[in-house]
């Protein structure tokens, strides 16, 4: 990898992008308000148009959290709340972006269900979790596989490790997409063995989020990468104007090699990940490694992407790994790999920890570094807890977005008094994207319990039952919990101004 001369000039490009954001916002501000205090005539059009915004607001099946943003800001502030909603929810860009998906969705579904369907199975075996099975293979279209073999990784490193081998053995291709992606030691092992592979004919892409890696990789990485013989390709660039858009990032990781092993989770390619670099405390992470069919499903959710980001036409079938003989790997229980997209009208991540929370008899145990709920999620997982079930949320100690942790630490009275037992990684961030119920089913992956995960980004997660990787990640949740300080409803007493704060914060959880 390359020193870092470049890093002046990405914090001047940078800067600059960021300074032409602002000065758009701040003109189109000034602009309306002198309207508004010179001509009596605009400012009353303004405020029956943000009266007719908020009527069809309410009409709307928007989230209850977002659409009390939306009404507070048209109502209390309607020179910023109008044009705000006209960027962000009236954009022809966002429609393209959705019709665009749509195709490719429709486009994959075959390559999806290439694997001998196992859907009337797994409904009869998954009992009162056949429902997932349903929702995710009839309506969403991520069909349940079986001969796969599942391991979980719960760190950083140990993920690391495993991925290095893995890549190793590639002999066809390499696919990559992380949201986050920064030169160092951890990125420097992978690019050397995919430096290699290239050269040796192997097909090697790298796909990466431009928000993600903002502040951490040169403008022509891309350029570098390609002159390696790496195919690459930005995420939705980030851009100097204005667009809803720069709201929907690429926050999927997934690792394919050759089709029959792939990753997903929580780990990110940048140093902090595998604590080569300390930013937080001690990082807690995880990952999930899957072997056989599963695995192709992965790699089918890279390829849409791909083709969505590269504009490009592509060939699934081509990819798939066994043309002439069956898939070897024998049976871990089900399977299912899924991916979310903020453009459609499905939240299929939130669906699926609806799912589990409303299934779970004995035990839900959760592990998200984020915990900013709508009242829907928030009443499911308190109901859960006034059922009789032991359900327990490890949160972070340490806070990577100060205000985003404030925000958490408000939801822990409510869930507290609910009978959920909530635990702060002591000294340390937990990063883990992990549900576990009931000793049989499982998820790990890409998605935050949060507005931005749920709604607004590209996210991923593998749904397991019956599989190895569930014990597995029971084991580490409950090692896990050594390293952790309970929270009591003592520890979140607060002073009004404070609690008043933490409110106001609730109030935008939506934006952050």
């Known amino acids: 990898?390359?020193?870092?001369?470049?890093?002046?000039?990405?914090?001047?490009?940078?800067?600059?992008?960021?300074?032409?954001?602002?000065?758009?916002?701040?003109?189109?501000?000034?602009?309306?308000?002198?309207?508004?205090?010179?001509?009596?005539?605009?400012?009353?059009?303004?405020?029956?148009?943000?009266?007719?915004?908020?009527?069809?607001?309410?009409?709307?099946?928007?989230?209850?959290?977002?659409?009390?943003?939306?009404?507070?800001?048209?109502?209390?502030?309607?020179?910023?709340?109008?044009?705000?909603?006209?960027?962000?929810?009236?954009?022809?860009?966002?429609?393209?972006?959705?019709?665009?998906?749509?195709?490719?969705?429709?486009?994959?579904?075959?390559?999806?269900?290439?694997?001998?369907?196992?859907?009337?199975?797994?409904?009869?075996?998954?009992?009162?979790?056949?429902?997932?099975?349903?929702?995710?293979?009839?309506?969403?279209?991520?069909?349940?596989?079986?001969?796969?073999?599942?391991?979980?990784?719960?760190?950083?490193?140990?993920?690391?490790?495993?991925?290095?081998?893995?890549?190793?053995?590639?002999?066809?291709?390499?696919?990559?997409?992380?949201?986050?992606?920064?030169?160092?030691?951890?990125?420097?092992?992978?690019?050397?063995?995919?430096?290699?592979?290239?050269?040796?004919?192997?097909?090697?892409?790298?796909?990466?989020?431009?928000?993600?890696?903002?502040?951490?990789?040169?403008?022509?990485?891309?350029?570098?990468?390609?002159?390696?013989?790496?195919?690459?390709?930005?995420?939705?660039?980030?851009?100097?104007?204005?667009?809803?858009?720069?709201?929907?990032?690429?926050?999927?990781?997934?690792?394919?090699?050759?089709?029959?092993?792939?990753?997903?989770?929580?780990?990110?390619?940048?140093?902090?990940?595998?604590?080569?670099?300390?930013?937080?405390?001690?990082?807690?992470?995880?990952?999930?490694?899957?072997?056989?069919?599963?695995a192709w499903n992965m790699t089918v959710i890279f390829l849409e992407q791909w083709e969505l980001t590269r504009h490009v036409k592509e060939d699934y079938m081509r990819f798939y790994p066994w043309h002439s003989e069956p898939c070897p790997n024998g049976d871990d229980g089900f399977v299912i790999p899924y991916a979310d997209s903020p453009v459609d009208e499905d939240n299929v991540c939130e669906h699926v920890y609806m799912q589990m929370i409303n299934s779970a008899r004995r035990y839900l145990y959760i592990c998200s570094p984020y915990l900013i709920v709508d009242d829907t999620l928030a009443s499911a997982i308190s109901l859960c807890a006034k059922s009789g079930v032991d359900v327990r949320i490890i949160t972070p100690d340490k806070a990577d977005k100060r205000f985003v942790h404030f925000t958490t630490q408000s939801y822990y009275r409510q869930f507290i008094r609910s009978g959920v037992r909530i635990y702060q990684y002591s000294g340390g961030f937990m990063h883990s994207k992990t549900f576990v119920s009931d000793d049989v089913v499982a998820t790990v992956g890409t998605a935050n319990l949060d507005y931005r995960s749920l709604y607004l980004h590209f996210e991923d997660c593998v749904w397991m039952y019956g599989s190895r990787a569930v014990a597995e990640v029971k084991d580490d949740f409950l090692k896990t919990l050594e390293r952790c300080r309970e929270m009591h409803e003592a520890n979140c007493s607060c002073s009004g101004i404070k609690r008043l704060w933490q409110e106001i914060l609730r109030l935008f959880g939506p934006l952050m």
Request: aromatic residues 12%.
């Open 1 to 294: 990898m390359r020193k870092k001369p470049w890093l002046r000039r990405l914090l001047i490009r940078r800067a600059v992008i960021s300074l032409l954001l602002l000065a758009q916002v701040i003109f189109i501000i000034n602009l309306l308000f002198g309207q508004a205090l010179t001509n009596g005539w605009f400012s009353l059009a303004m405020q029956l148009v943000s009266l007719f915004l908020v009527l069809r607001i309410v009409n709307t099946r928007e989230k209850p959290g977002y659409r009390v943003v939306w009404i507070v800001l048209l109502l209390a502030f309607p020179i910023i709340g109008i044009p705000l909603y006209f960027l962000f929810r009236v954009q022809s860009d966002t429609k393209k972006l959705d019709r665009r998906i749509r195709e490719l969705e429709i486009k994959a579904r075959p390559s999806l269900a290439l694997n001998p369907p196992c859907s009337a199975e797994a409904k009869a075996a998954c009992g009162e979790h056949s429902n997932t099975v349903g929702y995710l293979g009839d309506y969403a279209h991520f069909p349940v596989c079986r001969h796969t073999q599942t391991r979980f990784c719960p760190t950083g490193e140990e993920f690391y490790e495993s991925m290095l081998r893995d890549l190793e053995t590639a002999e066809h291709y390499i696919f990559l997409e992380y949201f986050i992606v920064n030169e160092g030691e951890m990125f420097s092992g992978i690019f050397d063995i995919l430096r290699r592979k290239a050269a040796e004919g192997v097909d090697v892409r790298l796909l990466y989020d431009d928000m993600g890696c903002f502040l951490s990789l040169p403008a022509d990485f891309d350029r570098m990468l390609e002159e390696n013989g790496i195919k690459a390709s930005v995420f939705n660039p980030f851009t100097p104007f204005l667009s809803a858009m720069q709201n929907n990032r690429d926050h999927r990781k997934i690792c394919s090699v050759d089709g029959r092993i792939a990753y997903t989770g929580g780990v990110n390619l940048a140093d902090e990940y595998i604590n080569r670099k300390e930013r937080f405390g001690h990082w807690k992470d995880s990952a999930i490694r899957l072997e056989g069919e599963a």
